[in-house]
């Protein structure tokens, strides 16, 4: 299979053909390579990229392995640019976890064939090997088997082929750059001579050198070689390449939890690149403290990080959830419940004849008051209740040691200080704590804390969050990419899944609806495509059935990674593909969410204060909305919405006085279907009444169209997301504004939204907007139609009896939003044009905005300010914004600030003010909305 991709805008192209290991890696990395567009093709593999180089058909080719010894004649220049490490694999449930040399070699070699002769089951071993085109078969070969010939084996090709093949067979084992593992793949490499299989292990025996070749004279294929060796050294690493970085090692301190410590431990052997400094003397408290008074690089908690050091800016990476194992030294103890548990450590029991034992004096160990551990088993064994006397304080690395030597004693430890063959463990409520245990009580969640300030500790996570990085988190916790936990459902299996939200506003009301994403099968066909939401009132992450076993999950805002998860029938599987929710928000969505319907609602208080040209008014009005999302099949959705009103006639504002109480309407506000078949994810059709399915912008996008309006009709849309982090869409629709009239021929409206959003950079994303609304037949229309709401400032023609819009409107609005990130306050740019094609005079507008910060879930903060000048033709009036005191033929500033109080409620301040073009007289607004939603 042939990969390509391209970066790049130049016309200086550079060809890569060879390793799949180095392509994989340099295709993340080259889309910031500015000097020339790039080419891939990886199907050649190494000795393919190779000829093609000789051939003159690539620039540059990829080797891995020893440099070739027919290139030493040819003026054809190299460098190494890491070193990768081949992995022996086997499936994850298999028992066999160390072979040496000589087993691998006879096994390889055909001389051993069943798993029975190296520690395993009595089975044939089902071989797999790379085909010749791959450079891991011949260094394998060379450096295992002596180069000795390959027993007739089964040949596959490239590496993820294997790891699939090996992980849908209990039996086979395969060889692979240990650069394509993934967390939860279904594979497990072993150790080879008793060496950890790792890049960064120098003694692990089988490694090969990662090479570009180019030929000397192409001055293009050198300045990329030359830009990747010198300045992407840390993007080589995360790739899993081990990377000699210039200058001696750099310090990281690390105080926290003890538990986490085991993690940091570990890290030093798998990622050598930091002196590791590690306390885990003041557990997860002091590691607060430490991070706070900036006193380590990172810290580590055994629990959700506090409001303290969150409302300080830090960062939190959840690298997994941790078991509190309870071990007991006498030989009848092999369960005990919760409420024994309690009465041991509060002191209510302290002989084990008391609970049916032979007698003898309970020995009661605990941990310090300052671990997390500590805190958790009061919590859910004690019930809060104080400790006993009883108890003795030993530190949690040296309480299994003491259980170990004191006959009849009992203590609790974190899990991961225990082997999985311990005979000290008791099951607790009939449950074990090992990770595929999804029903033991005692779990927590363990946090990694930095700050974001540190490079030291940004370049640590970052080999956290890889490959390598969660390999090593799931072997001692439960690891962080997915979370298993108990479903009520019976016999199918629960997927629920947390991708990436987008903001985006409703009436300029924010809601937080989760982006979409991708269910395949283990060879990457296309199973569904999940939206995640029900409509952009939906916040919660869909709730899907699958029948057991694995699958390929691909987030649409992350379509360069892949997330392997594995379905078991009665149990819900949670993949969380950035970070875990805190558990209050958990708690509401098990409590909202249904299998087939949404409800939702919002509600809105605000305080109006006016300055006509002197003449002044204060109000208080509010808004109530409720409405629900029906899921009938998979791939289709009715909505309907109510909506609070004191004039069902006003289509454009749907906010009541405060003193109107008694007058309270209730209005239709939406009825529609909408279909999105899950196996053309790209395609959505609407039907009925809704509003317009177009992108907004990040502050104030009224200028144009209202979005209080839902009108009737029927619109389809085109969506497309890519690998480079851009997406693309357009939408048309036609509409028709009959909702208030009996009238069987109503004006209507074709209107499209062809829109465009990239990533251009880590800190920098750009945004594009075209949006055109042609108004039908409204030239000669009367003003005061039956359809639409007063005109607000456009020219008329008159005659004795009535007054008529003396225009069509025909209105394309084009806008461009850049956003920089930087921190929790990126800076926002906006401007927009706009134009009515059908009008000869007066019909243009623009406006520039800026703006500073953004609306998150929680403690969300965005300033704004935007400056418009609006011509009295350039934008219809019945249909365009009633915020200013001016609707058109005005300039004017909207300025405001937001505050996300958290997930349900959010406060904004605004001024408006605007000046009439002709007569230049100036009228203020100013408002407090309270939006909370239920």
């Not at 939206?531 to 360069?560: A, C, F």
Request: contains cysteine.
């Amino acid at each position: 299979m042939v990969s390509w991709s391209s970066f790049g805008q130049s016309q200086l192209p550079i060809q890569y053909s060879g390793s799949s290991t180095i392509g994989r890696c340099l295709m993340g990395i080259s889309n910031d390579y500015d000097k020339a567009s790039i080419s891939f093709n990886t199907s050649t593999e190494s000795n393919g990229g190779l000829e093609d180089l000789l051939a003159g058909k690539c620039d540059v080719a990829g080797f891995a392995g020893q440099l070739p010894s027919k290139i030493k004649d040819k003026d054809i220049s190299y460098k190494k640019i890491g070193r990768d490490a081949i992995g022996v694999i086997v499936h994850d449930k298999s028992p066999v976890k160390d072979l040496s040399s000589e087993q691998l070699r006879l096994i390889f070699t055909g001389k051993i064939s069943n798993w029975s002769e190296v520690g395993g089951p009595d089975h044939s071993i089902e071989v797999y090997i790379m085909d010749e085109s791959s450079a891991t078969h011949f260094v394998f070969r060379r450096e295992l088997l002596r180069n000795e010939t390959y027993a007739f084996q089964e040949v596959v090709s490239p590496d993820s082929v294997m790891v699939s093949k090996i992980s849908n067979n209990p039996y086979s084992i395969g060889q692979v750059s240990l650069s394509f593992l993934h967390p939860f793949d279904g594979v497990r490499p072993v150790q080879v001579d008793a060496q950890l299989p790792s890049v960064f292990n120098m003694d692990y025996p089988i490694g090969r050198d990662l090479l570009l070749l180019y030929w000397t004279k192409n001055a293009g294929a050198s300045n990329y070689v030359k830009w990747i060796s010198e300045n992407q050294s840390e993007n080589l690493i995360q790739c899993g390449f081990q990377v000699k970085l210039s200058g001696g090692l750099d310090s990281l301190k690390y105080i926290g939890s003890s538990t986490i410590g085991q993690y940091m431990e570990e890290a030093a052997n798998h990622y050598p690149l930091f002196k590791y400094g590690i306390n885990t003397l003041p557990e997860s408290e002091g590691g607060e403290e430490a991070i706070l008074a900036n006193k380590c690089d990172v810290a580590g908690v055994a629990r959700t990080p506090s409001e303290m050091v969150l409302n300080r800016g830090l960062r939190s990476t959840y690298i997994g959830a941790d078991a509190i194992a309870v071990i007991a030294n006498t030989p009848e103890i092999k369960s005990l419940s919760t409420e024994e548990l309690q009465k041991i450590y509060t002191g209510a029991i302290t002989n084990w004849k008391d609970l049916g034992r032979t007698e003898g004096a309970i020995n009661c160990f605990r941990v310090s008051p300052n671990s997390a551990t500590y805190h958790l088993f009061k919590k859910n064994v004690l019930g809060g209740e104080p400790y006993g006397n009883n108890t003795r304080e030993i530190a949690d690395n040296e309480l299994v040691g003491k259980v170990k030597s004191t006959s009849g004693s009992i203590g609790f430890v974190t899990r991961s200080f225990l082997d999985r063959e311990s005979e000290l463990v008791v099951n607790v409520d009939g449950f074990n704590p090992w990770n595929d245990e999804l029903n033991y009580p005692l779990k927590r969640p363990l946090f990694l804390i930095w700050n974001e300030n540190n490079n030291r500790a940004i370049q640590f996570i970052n080999w956290v969050l890889s490959p390598e990085g969660q390999e090593l988190a799931t072997d001692l916790y439960t690891g962080s990419k997915a979370q298993f936990e108990i479903s009520k459902e019976g016999k199918t299996g629960v997927l629920k899944v947390y991708t990436d939200v987008k903001p985006t506003t409703d009436a300029q009301v924010l809601y937080y609806p989760h982006t979409g994403y991708e269910i395949r099968s283990m060879n990457g066909k296309l199973i569904r495509y999940i939206s995640n939401n029900r409509g952009i009132n939906d916040e919660l992450p869909e709730t899907v059935y699958l029948n057991e076993g694995k699958y390929i999950i691909v987030p649409e805002t992350q379509m360069k990674e892949e997330f392997v998860i594995e379905i078991v029938a009665g149990k819900t599987t949670v993949l969380h593909t950035r970070e875990k929710p805190k558990e209050e928000v958990k708690k509401y969505e098990e409590k909202i969410r249904s299998k087939y319907i949404q409800l939702y609602g919002d509600m809105r208080l605000r305080v109006n204060y006016d300055d006509n040209n002197g003449t002044e008014r204060l109000r208080g009005r509010y808004r109530f909305r409720i409405g629900t999302n029906i899921q009938l099949t998979k791939d289709l959705i009715i909505g309907a919405r109510l909506v609070s009103t004191d004039n069902l006639k006003n289509y454009k504002s749907t906010h009541v006085d405060i003193s109107s109480f008694g007058q309270l309407g209730v209005g239709l506000d939406r009825l529609f279907i909408h279909y999105n078949p899950q196996k053309q994810n790209w395609f959505h059709l609407w039907v009925g009444k809704y509003a317009l399915p177009y992108h907004s912008y990040e502050f104030y996008p009224e200028n144009v169209w209202d979005e209080d309006i839902q009108p009737e009709g029927i619109s389809m849309a085109i969506k497309k997301n890519f690998e480079n982090s851009s997406n693309f869409s357009f939408t048309g629709g036609y509409y028709f504004f009959g909702a208030l009239t009996n009238s069987s021929n109503p004006p209507s409206m074709l209107s499209n939204e062809l829109y465009y959003s990239n990533r251009l950079k880590d800190n920098l994303s750009i945004s594009f907007f075209n949006k055109f609304f042609g108004y039908i037949d409204v030239k000669g229309l009367n003003t005061q139609n039956e359809y639409f709401v007063p005109n607000g400032g456009n020219q008329t023609t008159s005659d004795s009896s009535s007054t008529y819009y003396q225009n069509d409107f025909s209105i394309n609005s084009t806008a461009v939003q850049f956003k920089l990130f930087k921190g929790n306050w990126p800076l926002l740019l906006k401007g927009e044009y706009i134009q009515n094609l059908s009008a000869s005079n007066y019909n243009q507008g623009y406006t520039v905005g800026v703006g500073f910060g953004q609306l998150g879930r929680r403690n969300g903060l965005q300033a704004y300010v935007q400056y418009q000048e609006i011509q009295q033709e350039s934008v219809f009036t019945p249909f365009t914004q009633d915020d200013f005191l001016e609707q058109t033929q005005f300039s004017g500033v909207v300025a405001g600030l937001s505050w996300s109080l958290n997930r349900k409620m959010r406060l904004h301040g605004w001024v408006l003010t605007s000046t009439h073009e002709t007569t230049q007289i100036s009228k203020n607004r100013f408002r407090i909305d309270l939006d909370i939603k239920f």
